[in-house]
């Protein structure tokens, strides 16, 4: 699911909630975000509704949603699960058992929030942040992690590419292939390699850019 499909899901999956706010849409379509934080707001006052209600169903449901949205590819839906839809339910007064509640990527990002909120961290995401030498699962293999841009590769001026190599895209997570010899382009279209011109980076600065090797 992309960012901008994230709102008509919810409103398809739930609803009821779209009878409660469909007069207010036409304020919250202009936000600068798109309308999806001002509607994630709202979700979240109305499971905690449901909640109160002794809705059960629907508010175990919207934690769901919310679980799935922490799982997507892309980073922007990502932070929409984490600072649009969780961080409204910081000031509830049963957020206390929410973690309870929560899928397992909800909860950790909760557990974030709140590190940030009580000023242990300096931002949200920082107790996650790869350090050289960790290894990560991604689709069923696992992966060193090398760092970030072409010092990452062993290389001071140009990126050295070769078939044991990964890059990551940071707005998609697409993983590249490093193989010199074939073309490749991520999900979003930002990471870009071509095989004839032996061009390879992305537009918004290679620092950007992850690398792994396949362990
Ligand atoms: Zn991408």
């Not at 919207?62 to 990502?78: A, K, P, T, Y």
């Not at 409204?88 to 909760?110: I, T």
């Amino acid at each position: 699911m992309h960012y901008d499909e994230v709102n008509d899901a919810l409103f398809q999956a739930f609803p009821s909630f779209f009878e409660v706010i469909e007069l207010d849409l036409q304020y919250y379509n202009d936000d600068y975000c798109g309308g999806q934080y001002s509607v994630a707001a709202r979700f979240v006052d109305f499971l905690e509704d449901c909640h109160s209600k002794g809705d059960d169903e629907t508010y175990r449901k919207g934690l769901l949603f919310i679980e799935q949205l922490h799982q997507s590819n892309w980073r922007d839906v990502r932070e929409l699960a984490t600072v649009g839809y969780l961080e409204s339910f910081l000031d509830w007064s049963e957020k206390d058992k929410l973690a309870n509640d929560l899928g397992d990527e909800s909860k950790r990002w909760w557990l974030e929030l709140n590190l940030f909120w009580q000023g242990k961290i300096d931002g949200i995401g920082q107790s996650f942040r790869l350090q050289q030498g960790d290894h990560i699962e991604h689709e069923g293999k696992t992966y060193e992690y090398l760092g970030k841009g072409l010092k990452a590769t062993g290389s001071k001026t140009i990126w050295r590419l070769s078939p044991e190599l990964y890059f990551k895209c940071w707005n998609c997570g697409y993983f590249m292939n490093g193989d010199p010899q074939t073309d490749d382009r991520c999900l979003c279209g930002i990471l870009n390699k071509s095989s004839g011109y032996g061009r390879f980076g992305i537009k918004q600065g290679d620092n950007t850019i992850e690398v792994f090797q396949r362990v």
